[in-house]
């Protein structure tokens, strides 16, 4: 794949006509996928019918036979998504949304998405005051297990959050319409909702055209039904996203363990806490880390890790405390008590009392504008005040907030490397770096060590957490970039082999029988390895392998269901062998352990006169433990996986 046409500022007909020109068929139909050149997931006339046109009867001109066939397959799955798309721009809910006064649509928004999130939480403790009020079905009386049913309200309540930021972006930014109203009719409230249900089933459709972007997924349509096949790109970001989830949730269970909860200081218990967590996932001392916000003339700026986790704890207090004061039977348009309204002096002075190096600095990351996400910017200005939405906030993890921004922090790599040698010297396994200057040419690696006859070099990468799969996909066009590097010293160091021995301390007739490469990351992957002859691995999985600890990734045993802490203590007394090492990282024990907890199931999902025909992953129950097996100092015993 040619990652260069990926981010093209303009998906022009110049552009597919270069691709065609330059690259191979196969390449060019894939770049066509990723352009999305034929895909237009707005309502309203097809705004590149014309240049789709001229571009089919070129192509056509200078196409084999079969390679017409292919290309007019193309075409016709990228149409059955253009009737997705505006099947759901002629759904009723949809065009009641946009029917709303633009002066007040962002206010009944704003309290709508409030009453949602409140009523689904309310909903957790069998409460479902508002849920008929807003038209919400939540009886999950079917459900007789309590923790299904948490598991279920959780998981909606996650996807309501993803799915705010899509919608306010479109009223709050590209609709230009900033007004907050203090008095919202209850109707326009109930409107709001056709816009947030139409995006959550928008987001369904995003993630077919994603699926068929990068994937090789399958499609028909019979008659109102629209079917997705071979889904294997949503297999893998299922996976992904599983990972991602338990390597968050499992550092935040020990922290639970570490600081319980502290009624009487609950800023500072959230300020210990998030810090906990935060240098676990990044591998870094934070007391004088900052992160560099890059401004708009060039004149960047940077703010302590630090004081933003203060002052997200403090914006936390204050919606927590108006929750806990504010009481809601009914549908109310009254945006000061459904909402937090507080005046922009007022949260000055709450943040000069936490002392921060740079507080302008730190109000403007915390304050919402175009391409920023909602959970990282929840202060939403209007006028003289700002606004929140109580309970997203009073439920906002700090430390997921932070890792999102981390590919803005100096530290990154630099933090991993140095915990990578410490563990090396702590297993006494010889290591060192390369930095080798060859004429205009420079050589650097992070690392490289050697274990019996084998000399491993590895690359540390440390990355924040895609929030979403255009993340992800931008992060794996990084590693490419990281594999092209470590290939490159792959080759400089097979050539200048002796030396490097040397420069290790190892004599120049020591015997090296292969040479492995290795990009470590600072979080768990859990989908296939994209990279040819490298390896990719976690930091925390790679120590466990070196010391002897097995990687468990979830919390609950399948057989008695009891808690298990996580292992911290080796259980091999032998020193790690290269055969062992590299048993492990041919296999992808996370992506078995992962799969070993999922099954299929079939939804049909109701759009408007279409309906969604598609499998998805589901888990077998909540965040099971699914143990590996106590790693064995026998090289063939090393990194399978069972159950226990």
Same mark, same amino acid.
């Given at each position: 794949?040619?990652?260069?046409?990926?981010?093209?500022?303009?998906?022009?007909?110049?552009?597919?006509?270069?691709?065609?020109?330059?690259?191979?068929?196969?390449?060019?139909?894939?770049?066509?996928?990723?352009?999305?050149?034929?895909?237009?997931?707005?309502?309203?006339?097809?705004?590149?019918?014309?240049?789709?046109?001229?571009?089919?009867?070129?192509?056509?001109?200078?196409?084999?036979?079969?390679?017409?066939?292919?290309?007019?397959?193309?075409?016709?799955?990228?149409?059955?998504?253009?009737?997705?798309?505006?099947?759901?721009?002629?759904?009723?809910?949809y065009?009641?949304?946009?029917?709303?006064?633009?002066?007040?649509?962002?206010?009944?928004?704003?309290?709508?998405v409030?009453?949602?999130?409140?009523s689904?939480?309310n909903?957790?403790?069998?409460?479902?005051?508002l849920?008929?009020?807003?038209?919400?079905?939540?009886?999950?009386?079917?459900?007789?297990?309590?923790?299904?049913?948490?598991?279920?309200?959780?998981?909606?309540?996650?996807?309501?959050?993803?799915?705010?930021?899509?919608?306010?972006?479109?009223?709050?930014?590209?609709?230009?319409?900033?007004?907050?109203?203090?008095?919202?009719?209850?109707?326009?409230?109930?409107?709001?909702?056709?816009h947030l249900l139409?995006?959550?089933?928008?987001?369904?459709?995003?993630?077919?055209?994603?699926?068929?972007?990068?994937?090789?997924?399958?499609?028909?349509?019979?008659?109102?039904?629209?079917?997705?096949?071979?889904?294997?790109?949503?297999?893998?970001?299922?996976?992904?996203?599983?990972?991602?989830?338990?390597?968050?949730?499992?550092?935040?269970?020990?922290a639970?363990?570490?600081?319980?909860?502290?009624s009487?200081?609950?800023?500072?218990?959230?300020?210990?806490?998030?810090?906990?967590?935060l240098?676990?996932?990044?591998?870094?001392?934070?007391?004088?880390?900052?992160?560099?916000?890059?401004?708009?003339?060039?004149e960047?700026?940077?703010?302590?890790?630090?004081?933003?986790?203060?002052?997200?704890?403090?914006?936390?207090?204050?919606?927590?405390?108006?929750?806990?004061?504010?009481?809601?039977?009914?549908?109310?348009?009254?945006?000061?008590?459904?909402?937090?309204?507080?005046k922009?002096?007022?949260?000055?002075?709450?943040?000069?009392?936490?002392?921060?190096?740079?507080?302008?600095?730190?109000?403007?990351?915390?304050?919402?504008?175009?391409?920023?996400?909602?959970?990282?910017?929840p202060?939403?200005a209007?006028?003289?005040?700002?606004?929140?939405v109580?309970?997203?906030?009073?439920?906002?993890?700090?430390?997921?907030?932070i890792?999102? &921004?981390?590919? $803005?922090?100096r530290?990154?790599?630099?933090?991993? !490397?140095?915990?990578?040698?410490? /563990? =090396? %010297?702590?297993?006494?396994?010889t290591?060192?770096?390369?930095k080798?200057?060859e004429?205009?040419?420079?050589?650097?690696?992070?690392?490289?060590?050697?274990?019996?006859n084998?000399?491993?070099?590895?690359?540390?990468?440390?990355?924040?957490?895609?929030?979403?799969?255009?993340?992800?996909?931008?992060?794996?066009?990084?590693?490419?970039?990281?594999?092209?590097?470590?290939?490159?010293?792959?080759?400089?160091?097979?050539?200048?082999?002796?030396?490097?021995?040397?420069?290790?301390?190892?004599?120049?007739?020591?015997?090296?029988?292969?040479?492995?490469?290795?990009?470590?990351?600072?979080?768990?992957?859990?989908?296939?390895?994209?990279?040819?002859?490298?390896?990719?691995?976690?930091?925390?999985?790679?120590?466990g &392998?070196?010391? $002897?600890?097995?990687?468990?990734?979830?919390?609950? !045993?399948?057989?008695?269901?009891? /808690? =298990? %802490?996580?292992?911290?203590?080796?259980?091999?007394?032998?020193?790690i062998?290269?055969?062992?090492?590299?048993?492990?990282?041919?296999?992808?024990?996370?992506?078995?352990?992962?799969?070993?907890?999922?099954?299929?199931?079939?939804?049909?999902?109701?759009?408007?006169?279409?309906r969604?025909?598609?499998?998805?992953?589901?888990?077998k129950?909540?965040?099971?433990?699914?143990?590996?097996?106590p790693?064995?100092?026998?090289?063939?015993?090393?990194?399978?996986?069972g159950?226990?």
């Open positions: 794949m040619k990652y260069e046409y990926i981010n093209s500022a303009k998906y022009n007909l110049a552009t597919i006509k270069k691709a065609f020109e330059n690259e191979s068929r196969n390449d060019f139909f894939r770049i066509c996928k990723i352009l999305k050149f034929t895909i237009h997931p707005y309502p309203g006339p097809q705004k590149n019918k014309k240049k789709i046109e001229e571009l089919d009867r070129w192509l056509k001109e200078r196409l084999t036979d079969d390679e017409i066939r292919i290309w007019n397959r193309f075409l016709q799955e990228s149409g059955y998504i253009n009737l997705l798309y505006k099947d759901l721009y002629s759904d009723e809910e065009e009641e949304a946009n029917a709303l006064d633009g002066t007040r649509e962002l206010s009944a928004y704003l309290m709508f409030e009453y949602y999130l409140s689904l939480l909903s957790e403790m069998g409460r479902n005051d849920n008929d009020q807003l038209g919400i079905q939540s009886d999950l009386g079917a459900i007789p297990d309590v923790n299904e049913r948490l598991l279920y309200y959780g998981e909606l309540f996650d996807n309501v959050c993803i799915e705010i930021k899509n919608a306010l972006e479109y009223i709050a930014v590209y609709k230009n319409h900033n007004q907050i109203c203090d008095k919202i009719d209850s109707k326009d409230i109930i409107k709001a909702k056709g139409s995006v959550m089933k928008k987001n369904i459709i995003d993630q077919i055209v994603e699926s068929w972007q990068f994937g090789d997924p399958h499609f028909t349509m019979d008659q109102d039904v629209f079917q997705c096949e071979n889904d294997t790109w949503g297999r893998i970001i299922r996976t992904y996203w599983e990972m991602r989830e338990r390597s968050t949730y499992i550092t935040s269970m020990l639970d363990e570490q600081y319980p909860v502290n009487e200081n609950e800023e500072r218990h959230e300020f210990d806490r998030t810090n906990f967590i240098q676990r996932q990044l591998y870094a001392d934070l007391s004088d880390c900052r992160c560099e916000i890059v401004g708009k003339e060039g960047n700026r940077t703010v302590k890790i630090q004081d933003l986790i203060k002052a997200y704890a403090r914006l936390k207090t204050i919606c927590k405390n108006h929750l806990k004061t504010r009481k809601i039977e009914n549908l109310n348009g009254d945006m000061r008590q459904v909402c937090v309204q507080i922009k002096r007022e949260l000055m002075q709450e943040f000069a009392e936490l002392e921060l190096d740079d507080l302008d600095c730190v109000l403007r990351l915390l304050t919402y504008g175009k391409a920023k996400d909602l959970m990282d910017a202060l939403i209007g006028g003289k005040y700002y606004y929140m109580p309970s997203l906030v009073a439920e906002l993890q700090i430390s997921e907030v890792l999102s &921004i981390a590919n $803005g922090f530290f990154r790599g630099k933090a991993l !490397e140095h915990h990578l040698f410490r /563990l =090396l %010297k702590e297993e006494n396994i290591c060192g770096r390369i080798r200057h004429s205009s040419d420079t050589y650097e690696c992070d690392s490289v060590f050697v274990l019996e084998c000399l491993f070099i590895v690359e540390a990468k440390a990355w924040g957490f895609p929030a979403n799969i255009t993340q992800y996909y931008n992060m794996n066009k990084k590693m490419i970039e990281a594999g092209r590097q470590i290939n490159r010293l792959y080759e400089y160091i097979r050539l200048h082999l002796t030396d490097v021995l040397c420069e290790l301390g190892l004599g120049e007739d020591y015997n090296i029988s292969h040479i492995y490469r290795i990009i470590l990351s600072n979080f768990q992957r859990a989908d296939e390895q994209e990279l040819e002859n490298i390896f990719l691995c976690d930091f925390n999985c790679f120590r &392998i070196l010391k $002897g600890i097995p990687s468990g990734v979830l919390i609950k !045993e399948l057989r008695n269901e009891k /808690l =298990l %802490k996580v292992a911290i203590e080796p259980n091999r007394n032998s020193k062998t290269a055969e062992a090492l590299v048993n492990y990282l041919q296999q992808n024990e996370l992506l078995g352990l992962t799969q070993n907890i999922l099954y299929e199931k079939e939804y049909c999902e109701p759009l408007h006169n279409l969604i025909k598609k499998k998805y992953l589901e888990r129950l909540p965040l099971a433990m699914v143990w590996p097996q790693i064995s100092s026998a090289g063939s015993e090393c990194g399978r996986a159950t226990r």
